[in-house]
């Protein structure tokens, strides 16, 4: 089995995802559109491939399942069902997981390491995204889980009449992640961002990555 590349060179690979992905669609669109208003899964795919190009690759998966990852990184296989009924984690899907990479024997010996939730157009603290962050913690809790972190991944623009700007609304949506995984003693967050930059004539963007894992 190989070993896993550093939780760091993860964060910099979907950085730089992010990033490909909103270079990409701007000269698509002879940088008239925004990312934010790309299609649902562009960011995902640039994702995946820079994930995919790193050094010592994991196995990459897009859309993998709740029951799939909970099952593939629970010491009992068959426990997901349970585990997902007394969470309350509804059946759904992941938009990358990461998987460790080794020669299988079947299709059921899957090691899954970490997960990764993607959203485009954040600016803005949601439900939606809380609830999203609390989804992760509940996957990473069991004591004896293979998954050793996730991730929320996010792309976030203005324009450049936005009264409220990313300088503003980043720290916000950040501490509302941080009070979620307040409420899960075994866990702690951080936030890895590659910062906000400006185009000309248009606005700004920003690429973060939040990172949950166990409390060292």
């Known amino acids: 089995m190989l070993s896993m590349p550093s939780q760091e060179v993860v964060?910099?690979?979907?950085?730089?995802?992010?990033?490909?992905?909103?270079?990409?669609?701007?000269?698509?669109?002879?940088?008239?559109?925004?990312?934010?208003?790309?299609?649902?899964?562009?960011?995902?795919?640039?994702?995946?491939?820079?994930?995919?190009?790193?050094?010592?690759?994991?196995?990459?998966?897009?859309?993998?399942?709740?029951?799939?990852?909970?099952?593939?990184?629970?010491?009992?296989?068959?426990?997901?069902?349970?585990?997902?009924?007394?969470?309350?984690?509804?059946?759904?899907?992941?938009?990358?997981?990461?998987?460790?990479?080794?020669?299988?024997?079947?299709?059921n010996d899957s090691i899954s390491k970490v997960i990764i939730s993607v959203k485009n157009g954040v600016r803005n603290v949601k439900h939606e995204y809380t609830k999203e962050i609390e989804r992760i913690c509940k996957m990473l809790c069991p004591p004896e889980t293979s998954l050793s972190y996730g991730i929320f991944a996010f792309y976030a623009d203005l324009s450049m009449d936005a009264r409220k700007k990313l300088s503003a609304r980043i720290p916000q949506i950040v501490a509302s992640f941080?009070?979620?995984?307040?409420?899960?003693?075994?866990?702690?967050?951080?936030?890895?961002?590659s910062g906000i930059s400006h185009v000309a004539g248009m606005g700004e963007w920003c690429a973060g990555c939040y990172v949950i894992e166990p409390r060292c």
């Open 11 to 107: 964060v910099q690979a979907v950085l730089q995802g992010i990033g490909q992905a909103k270079e990409n669609y701007l000269f698509w669109t002879n940088n008239r559109l925004f990312l934010s208003y790309g299609p649902r899964k562009i960011i995902t795919l640039h994702v995946a491939q820079a994930l995919g190009s790193i050094d010592h690759a994991p196995e990459v998966f897009i859309d993998a399942t709740v029951a799939d990852i909970l099952r593939c990184s629970l010491p009992d296989r068959t426990g997901y069902v349970a585990y997902m009924r007394e969470n309350a984690l509804a059946q759904g899907a992941f938009s990358i997981t990461l998987d460790a990479r080794f020669p299988h024997q079947n299709d």
């Open 178 to 193: 941080d009070r979620v995984v307040e409420g899960f003693e075994t866990l702690q967050g951080h936030f890895v961002t």
